[in-house]
Structures are given as C-alpha cells and as structure tokens.
C-alpha cells in the first residue's frame, strides 16, 4: 500500500474494496461454481443469457419431472451482497437455490445483475426489471414448456428482497408494463431495508448501525440529500410508494432473531398488516441465528426447514 495507487478509496467491510487507481477488490461472494445436474436434489441448472446488450445472464433451475410438460410455479430471485457482490453462480447461493427448487418443485430463474459499483444503482433495478419482461416474452423451454404462469413469485434475500420488494411496488403502481402475467407473491428473506433513524436493537448496536449504514452511503453516494431515507431503502419513509400499492395478492417475509435488520422486517410487516392493502402476509422469524444464515449454511436443520416454510408458502392455494 506504499504508492498513492494502491490506497484506499472505498473499504466497505466486509464486502469490497475500492482503490484511488480504479482497483475493485471483492472480499467474499466471488467464487463461482458452473450450472450442471445436483445428484443431491436432483435439480438441473444452466446460464443463459437474458439481455446481450448489458450482458445480463441468469441461471435457470428445474426440478426432476415427472412428464416434459409438467406446469411448475416460477421463483424469479435476487441474490443478495448489499447491491455489490455475489451472483447466482457463487457455491452456497447456487446450493441453495437448488434447495429451494427441490423442495419447493418450482422453476427458478436467479437473476444476475449488474453490480456496485462498475455499474449504478439503477442499473441493478433496471436489470431486475427487465428480467420480469423477459420472463414474458423469452422462447426459453424451461419456461415456455413449464412454467404456471398463474403462480409466479419474487424472492430475494438482502438486498435481493429490497429488489423484489420494490418490483412489486412498479408492477402494482405501472399496469401497462411488458410483463404479461400477474404476481402471486413475494418472498422476502432478511430483507435489507433500513434508515436514518434507528430502531430496535440499532438503538444500542452501534457498531452495526454504522456498517449497515456505511454500505447504503456507499452504494447511492449521489442522493446524498436523501441519504439513508431513501426510499429504495426506506419503504417507510415520506415518499415512498404507499405499501398498498403492493401488487401481488400474498407476501411472507423471514428474519432472524440476531439479525440488525430483524427490526425493519418486523416494521415492514406490521405496516403492511395495517396499509389497505388488500392481500395475505405472513411473518416467520428463525430464532438464535443472524443475517441470511441460510446461504452460510444451506443444508443445516434451520435452512432446510426455512426451505419447507417458503415451500408451503409457494404451493398452498
């Protein structure tokens, strides 16, 4: 670190790195592992290019079946890493999308978008989006061949949830988008929503409140006005969409008792329970474990009964 090129612009513990030269140095969530058969699950994966102009791929799940025309529900899902690391193709990531897929026998399409900070925030939303679109209108098999288009659901963790969150706000708010099927609901694990204010146990965590907060600061330095009031982050905050705008008929959300973001579930739920929104949610909270221990941990007893929960959750009628 002795030359100026080599200091430090940007550190975002415990994610990445960014030095004064342009230098971006990813501290986890960059392994990848290839799309192939889970002997485990018995759960098929593979990549595919979804927009050659941003070079936007995801990568495609589908469970064992038991005839080439089988109707499965479909998860489009949304990684998680705080808007700047990860993809659908990082080991843990990858296994448990391959979980979910099995247990809950659906068609997944994990969607890897544009990351922090090569690329803008909006960026990751716009990708997102178009891959509801895409989703409509794409020749794909998997998807034209088995997918129920009357039972399709958003999913993410993290930031991933954020996102999910946040296309069922614009598919409530914006009826004339190319997205030719209707929400059933959303799934939102450990979500990352946050603010200026604290609540909760981030009253008292300072330590965590400061780091949680430093990675929105870094993610959306140029709305620096609205800072953490966002409402990207905040769905709480004074302009922000009206949660009854919400469009899809079933929510569920998970947090985890030792989780920072524990709280702003929590609020995120009870808001919701109390908007005019018209639909269903459901609130489950994973005791003695913290943020997306499911990723950490994917085949352990509390993942796999996490899986289960979501897996009825996407299957009740």
Partial sequence: MGSISKEILHDVPPYIRVYQDGTIERLVGFEVVPPGFDSKTGVTSKDIIISPENGVSARLYRPTLTSTTQKLPLVIYFHGGAFCIGSPGEPK???????????SH?????????????HPLSAVFEDSLF????????????????????RVFLAGD???????????????????????YKISGIILINPYFWGKDPIGSEITDH???????KWWEFVCPSDSDLGLDHPLI???????????????????????????????GWAYYEKLVKSKWEGKVEMVEIEKEDHVFHIFDPNGDKAVNLMKRLGTFINQE
């Fill in 93 to 103: 990531y990858h296994q448990s999308l391959n979980n979910l897929v099995c247990e």
């Fill in 106 to 118: 659906v068609i997944a399409v994990s969607v890897d978008y544009r990351l922090l900070p090569e």
């Fill in 131 to 150: 891959a509801l679109g895409w989703v409509s209108n794409t020749t794909e098999e998997w998807i034209k061949e088995n997918v129920d288009f009357g």
């Fill in 158 to 180: 993290s930031a991933g949830a954020t996102i999910a969150h946040q296309l069922a706000i614009q598919v409530g708010l914006k009826p004339d988008l190319d997205i030719s």
């Fill in 207 to 213: 330590f965590r409140k400061a780091m949680v907060d």
């Fill in 234 to 264: 905040n769905p709480f905050v004074a302009g922000a969409p009206d949660l009854s705008g919400l469009g899809c008929g079933r929510v569920i959300v998970t947090v985890s008792e030792l989780d920072i973001l524990r709280d702003r």
